[in-house]
């Protein structure tokens, strides 16, 4: 039926559809990084990974939990040091652990502390987009540890 449409209208038809496309998919939301959160390069833009993994890049400056770009986590572990500590995470994720997150502060020391994502504190960003499918995720968070 297409076919015998004029060229002007089929045009206009596909113009449309780019547009509404375009539309959908650079919606901007608002996220809760429940499975990680950090700062990406450049600064300005943050990472955030929902409770379904799902990744967004978000503008730093609207990422914050209670005015701060940090959440505060409690009982955390450093390796090789006895006792626990809090501490201000300006990046974390889920650990190899499934009872642990690991958290990096803005000082760049890496903690483990004893959270789920049921209970963990979490940073909410607003006027996130989803990378374009062709790109691939950034890992968000501390940078895994060499062994």
Not at 34 to 59: E, I, K, M, R, Y
């Amino acid at each position: 039926m297409l076919l015998f449409q004029s060229p002007h209208k089929l045009i206009i038809a596909v113009i449309l559809i780019c547009i509404t496309q375009s539309s959908f998919t650079s919606s901007k939301t608002t996220v809760t990084c429940v499975n990680g959160f950090g700062v990406q390069s450049p600064a300005t833009t943050a990472g955030c990974n929902d409770n379904n993994f799902s990744s967004w890049n978000c503008p730093t400056a609207s990422c914050q939990k209670d005015g701060h770009q940090w959440v505060l986590m409690t009982n955390c572990v450093l390796a090789g040091v006895a006792g626990t500590s809090k501490q201000q995470c300006a990046s974390y994720n889920p650990g190899a652990d499934p009872t642990k997150y690991e958290c990096r502060n803005s000082g760049g020391q890496s903690y483990l502390c004893p959270y789920t994502p049921a209970n963990v504190p979490t940073i909410t960003c607003k006027d996130c987009t989803m990378p374009h499918p062709e790109s691939k995720p950034k890992p968000v968070g501390p940078k895994p540890r060499r062994k």
